[in-house]
């Protein structure tokens, strides 16, 4: 059985819409409820900060402190974590604009926000998340390599480099009489990131297959096919160096070609997930808004088991909305794999009553104008 991971105390000063609030919890779920633009969201998005990236929503951290504020924000968080207790601070604390947050773990700065991985692994599933299947390939790339990031903490510091890599390219390009050396060398970097990167999604899409393929078919949550497609399609059997030199002899070959594009055109980056809906042996993106929203909390809650069963420890799950289009025995299903899975998670919805299926399981909040209050079902 994992350990398991959460949060006693979380306190905010001047994020999004709260001014301060101070919060103590128990190791049980936590359900918020209250009307639409309370601030509910809110909340998880600044659970969301106790992992690495910008949070749920993807946010600039400009946008983040609270309206008004000369300040920056700032997050602290007491948590029974995969190390231990920890006590976690993050945010800008007044920085400038445009820089980095800070973390500081037990009152000490940390060197790099992924230390946050090594305390606790935090998912997450959105409204937003709801034209997954249907939306722009990026938009399934960014998916797959936050699960892949709940599992190699280095992997998102390769896109990074990737990232940059390409663009220094992409300018070389442009210019006329580009040195062929200096163009060799970030062509070597490429293909070392990008192979590394596209073999840690291929490797994370297979432990999670193998997972869906084990886990018991009783039609609550439909069970999902995944691939990969758009770079080196049918490659994967050969070696790393094999595949390096592949995909650096292309980007040799294709400079005309890019530099005509004013863009890479090969990589990682164009890679695309592709998703079934196993049973019905569809594309996720044909099946009815119903199926697609069971098929990407099916593939949700898999991920969470992979994380609980390769860490040890249960990740902290932040479900947002995750009531609103499940009926009732959906909703207790879904209740009860969520428990099982031995974390705690953060649940919101407008109507506690959606809820009552988790009985004592769950800590009742009533979130109002940027103030939480205790209560639950059968509370006024």
């Given at each position: ?11 905010l000063g001047d994020f999004r819409n709260y001014a301060a609030l101070s919060l103590d919890l128990d190791a049980r ?352």
């Amino acid at each position: 059985m994992p350990q398991k991971v959460s949060l006693s105390r979380l306190k905010l000063g001047d994020f999004r819409n709260y001014a301060a609030l101070s919060l103590d919890l128990d190791a049980r779920h936590v359900v918020l409820t209250g009307e639409n633009g309370a601030g509910k969201t809110n909340l998880m998005e600044a659970v969301s900060f106790l992992s690495p990236g910008r949070g749920l929503r993807r946010a600039a951290y400009a946008d983040v402190p609270r309206v008004g504020t000369a300040a920056g924000f700032s997050i602290f968080a007491a948590i029974e974590g995969m190390q231990g207790d920890v006590e976690i601070g993050t945010g800008t604390f007044g920085t400038e604009e445009g820089q980095a947050r800070r973390l500081r773990l037990n009152g000490t700065n940390a060197k790099a926000i992924d230390e946050l991985l090594d305390h606790l692994r935090v998912l997450w599933l959105t409204p937003a998340m709801d034209g997954l299947f249907t939306g722009a390939s990026g938009d399934r790339r960014r998916f797959l390599d936050r699960l892949v990031l709940s599992l190699d903490p280095d992997h998102g510091r390769r896109a990074t480099d990737f990232e940059r890599a390409m663009r220094s390219r992409n300018k070389l390009l442009s210019e006329p009489g580009a040195d062929p050396v200096w163009l060799t060398g970030l062509e070597r970097q490429l293909a070392e990131l990008g192979i590394a990167m596209a073999l840690a999604r291929n490797e994370m899409l297979g432990l999670l297959a193998a997972l869906i393929d084990r886990s018991p078919d009783d039609g609550t949550f439909p069970k999902a096919d995944l691939a990969l497609s758009g770079f080196l399609d049918g490659e994967w059997h050969r070696p790393a160096f094999d595949l390096e030199e592949e995909y650096l002899e292309r980007l040799r070959t294709g400079r005309w070609r890019d530099g005509a594009a004013g863009r890479t055109l090969e990589g990682p980056h164009r890679s695309d997930l592709l998703i079934r809906h196993r049973a019905k042996d569809i594309e996720a993106e044909r099946c009815s808004t119903g199926e697609q929203k069971a098929l990407l909390v099916g593939l949700v809650l898999a991920h969470a088991r992979l994380v609980a069963d390769l860490t040890g420890h249960a990740p902290v799950l932040l479900l947002d909305e995750i009531a609103a289009h499940l009926d009732a025995g959906r909703r207790a299903a879904l209740f009860d794999i969520v428990d099982d899975l031995g974390g705690q998670a953060f649940m919101t919805g407008t109507d506690r009553a959606m809820f009552s299926a988790l009985g004592d399981r769950a800590q009742f909040l009533t979130v109002a104008d940027g103030q939480v209050f205790e209560g639950g079902p059968g509370h006024g």
